[in-house]
């Protein structure tokens, strides 16, 4: 709506500049109609060619800074633009207009006729640079020209799922989808990050456009023009032509390489990213597309991976956060709930390897969180996830390493305590008969440490701003007046 309005008075205020200039020019002409010459046409065709030399010159030197500044592919959506055709063949046709004005003699019979032509046409000329101008600057804004190359790539996309489509219209969307990553790239060489994300998000309405797409995955143009990311193996591009997944596989393929070569300091693009992920997941869930609700897994698994590779806590925390809330969607899902879980757990396993011990308790506790999230839809569905995906994990964990083992059971009280709270009791009697009876002590050694962190916030701030290990305000009543029942009970 705020786009309309801007255009209608883009276009009103044009209206009113050309609609003065003709009065100013009418008014002029009137009084010095008698006075007009052959060297007035001469003047005004100089004025004239002096102003179309200016505006090229602006217009030659805004493509070659905005193709220097981001890419040079933008020089071709620049030359391609109608507006900026439009008013460059209108200046050019205006000038030969005014030329051959000003080689009609005084004497000829038409020679009023073709000087008002000629005065007006420069009047209408002069007039139109300034905006012509205004218009070829604002190429230099990203947000004017990344929605343009969006909007051309969905247009193709539309034409390739119509069935009304040529090879060069499939080559040309993806040639769009290039030059936006492109873009995204030289952003993240510049630390751009406002440019980074306005990038990524044209990249992800772009899929988001193709998921929503009423077509055939059978359709034509997936079978005929099949493209891949360069460096993909044969087998993967084999599998890719047969389930006919290839474009999602595309773009989710730029994303990656891009999230990849993020240095830390780009931190809070992850996020961005991950939460638009979390809506294309939702999609495709919805549409029960298995093998991309697979891809989106990947990406996270991907992106987790390298967070813990590098030992960036808070990137990890960040993906851990957005992880969980994928599981969470796929909770009617129990195939691929199966995979994300397993996944999930392995990550943490992979923490302990690399003794990022942090990033397994960061694992534990979202997990922890899956399970309540569960129970406040169903106690049997949580009870089942918990014994089916966690239980040999859990127990497994349990008789290991000494700091796994304390970081495993935190996660179990925490997740007792918050049911409890929830009055899940069925839950809260499953965690009870399989962990916690019998284990006093640890128990209350366990709530001790969790019953620190009286405070919402967490210890820095970050993009969780909440601490993970902290309880809700009633479970921390409750887990609070258990602790001093036992600890008086002990005194006495």
Not at 434 to 460: A, N, S, V
Request: aromatic share 14%.
């Amino acid at each position: 709506m705020l786009k309309l309005q801007y255009r209608h008075k883009y276009i009103a205020t044009i209206i009113l500049g050309y609609a003065l200039t003709l009065a100013m020019g009418e008014i002029f002409y009137v009084f010095a109609a008698n006075s007009l010459s052959i060297e007035g046409l001469a003047a005004a065709t100089r004025i004239t060619i002096g102003f179309f030399t200016g505006s090229i010159t602006a217009v030659a030197l805004i493509i070659t800074l905005t193709a220097n500044l981001y890419t040079p592919h933008l020089v071709e959506l620049f030359v391609k633009d109608r507006i900026i055709l439009t008013g460059t063949s209108f200046i050019v046709i205006s000038n030969f207009v005014i030329l051959l004005c000003s080689f009609v003699s005084v004497d000829s019979q038409y020679y009023d006729e073709f000087s008002q032509i000629g005065f007006w046409v420069s009047c209408l000329t002069i007039a139109g640079i300034i905006p012509y101008l205004h218009y070829a600057s604002q190429f230099l804004r990203p947000r004017f020209f990344l929605p343009k190359l969006e909007r051309r790539a969905t247009g193709l996309f539309k034409s390739l799922i119509s069935d009304n489509y040529t090879d060069r219209d499939c080559k040309e969307a993806f040639h769009n989808i290039d030059i936006i990553a492109n873009i995204c790239s030289t952003a993240s060489k510049r630390h751009d990050k406002e440019l980074m994300i306005l990038s990524l998000k044209s990249l992800h309405n772009i899929f988001e456009f193709i998921l929503n797409s009423e077509e055939d995955h059978k359709a034509e143009w997936r079978v005929d023009t099949p493209m891949f990311i360069p460096g993909l193996s044969q087998e993967g591009e084999f599998y890719l032509e047969r389930t006919k997944a290839w474009p999602e596989a595309y773009l989710l393929g730029k994303m990656l390489r891009i999230l990849n070569s993020l240095e830390e300091s780009k931190n809070d693009v992850i996020p961005f990213v991950c939460d638009n992920l979390l809506t294309s997941l939702d999609i495709v869930t919805g549409k029960k597309q298995d093998h991309l609700i697979e891809f989106h897994l990947l990406i996270f698994n991907s992106i987790i991976r390298k967070a813990i590779d590098r030992r960036n806590i808070e990137r990890l925390q960040s993906i851990s956060y957005y992880y969980r809330l994928g599981i969470e969607l796929l909770s009617t899902n129990p195939k691929y709930l199966k995979f994300a879980t397993e996944n999930f757990l392995h990550y943490g396993e992979v923490c302990i390897k690399k003794d990022l011990f942090v990033g397994k308790e960061t694992i534990l506790f979202d997990l922890s969180r899956i399970v309540l999230y569960m129970a406040y839809e169903s106690e049997d569905m949580a009870i089942q996830y918990y014994d089916k995906y966690l239980l040999s994990q859990m127990e497994k964990g349990l008789k290991g390493d000494k700091k796994v083992e304390t970081i495993i059971f935190r996660s179990i009280i925490k997740t007792y305590w918050e049911a409890k709270a929830k009055q899940c009791d069925s839950l809260c009697f499953y965690l009870e008969e399989l962990f916690i009876k019998g284990k006093e002590f640890e128990h209350l050694q366990t709530l001790e440490y969790l019953l620190r962190y009286d405070r919402d916030l967490h210890w820095e701030f970050n993009d969780r701003l909440l601490s993970f290990v902290r309880f809700s305000p009633t479970a921390y009543q409750l887990a609070q007046d258990f602790y001093k029942a036992k600890n008086t009970v002990k005194a006495s």
